[in-house]
């Protein structure tokens, strides 16, 4: 697992990251990305058998669609929070 051994997720970073980084092609809140690029965060929360494991991987990984912004496990476990606490 990726996430950083005795520090807990801050989902409220995750959040300020999703705004700064992903706002333009994901629909992060309320807000309606200029380009719908891409899914939903809300979406992609709800995605079946989605843990926050799979996604912090996922977020490390390179991945020619998405910009490609330097992110630590923290900043990785901290935004997989974020997006999954908008499907509860």
């Given amino acids: 697992m990726a996430t950083v051994p005795g520090r807990a ?3 409220d970073h995750g959040r300020q990251l999703a705004e700064r980084w992903c706002a333009a092609c994901h629909v992060v809140g309320t807000e309606t990305p200029k380009f719908r690029r891409a899914r939903p965060f809300v979406a992609i929360a709800t995605k079946p058998g989605l843990t926050k494991e799979t996604l912090v991987q996922f977020l490390l990984l390179p991945h020619a ?4 912004n330097p992110l630590t496990a923290a900043d ?3 935004l997989a929070s974020y997006i999954l606490s908008l499907g509860q």
Avoid at 65 to 68: F, G, K, S
Wanted: no cysteine; proline share 0%; aromatic share 0%.
């Fill in 76 to 78: 990785a476990a901290d």
């Fill in 65 to 68: 669609t998405m910009a490609n």
């Fill in 9 to 11: 997720e801050n989902t």
